[in-house]
């Protein structure tokens, strides 16, 4: 199913906060940064075990999705992080896409421009009989989305350029909607090549609902004012 990913996030800096509001926030972060790191090593002696199961994970991811779903990590967790995700990779078992997706979310959310190796990593990953395949690569430029926001780092957004050509709909899907938050989110204009790109995709694409979605985006205000290939 298509699904668009929120380049955005709640702990994400924001003028309109007050300085009551950022200290409350800034509170919050840290417990919750202190949620996924007191889980980590539970998580990978899950990761280290050939019998867990549904009941195990579970229970082991329970405070993540309780309270820290949302917690950008900081660059200092990325190599943890990174190897844990390098291990589920390597055992494989029962559960391993949702460890992967948990783990791949807290490193995206980082926006952090050490993130991108490794987002280019997960991007180019394949393997035999890989069915989590799609999802990665969404999850990776989800994560080059908010480091491109946040950085304007060139390699990211080339990356996202790269995801339009995907062989799933699906990811196409999604990067159309990530690219263009990726400049107009962080106050860019998205470039004319990006613009002329979207319109060959919205002609082009062989799935209806990615050339109905970018048709859509086409219609918004942002492109009148970009201009572009209309023919």
């Not at 393997?127 to 060139?154: E, S, Y």
């Amino acid at each position: 199913m298509s699904i668009a990913y929120d380049t955005w996030n709640p702990y994400d800096p924001s003028d309109a906060d007050s300085l009551d509001d950022r200290a409350r926030l800034r509170e919050r972060l840290e417990r919750d940064r202190r949620t996924v790191r007191k889980m980590l090593p539970h998580l990978e002696r899950e990761i280290e075990n050939p019998g867990r199961d549904l009941n195990s994970v579970g229970e082991v991811l329970r405070p993540y999705h309780l309270s820290a779903r949302e917690a950008p990590m900081t660059s200092a967790d990325l190599p943890e992080l990174e190897r844990l995700c390098r291990l589920i990779l390597e055992r494989g078992g029962p559960r391993q896409n949702e460890i992967q997706e948990v783990l791949l979310r807290l490193i995206g959310a980082t926006a952090a421009v050490e993130s991108a190796p490794f987002l280019l990593e997960m991007l180019r990953y394949t393997r035999r009989g890989d069915r989590f395949g799609p999802q990665r690569r969404q999850l990776a430029l989800w994560g080059l989305a908010r480091v491109a926001i946040f950085h304007n780092l060139p390699e990211a957004y080339s990356a996202l350029q790269g995801g339009l050509d995907d062989r799933n709909a699906d990811v196409r899907y999604a990067t159309a909607d990530m690219i263009l938050n990726a400049y107009l989110r962080a106050g860019r204009d998205v470039p004319q090549d990006v613009v002329d790109r979207l319109h060959h995709v919205a002609r082009s694409d062989p799935d209806d609902s990615v050339r109905h979605a970018v048709q859509r985006y086409l219609r918004e205000p942002w492109a009148s004012a970009a201009g572009g290939d209309a023919s």
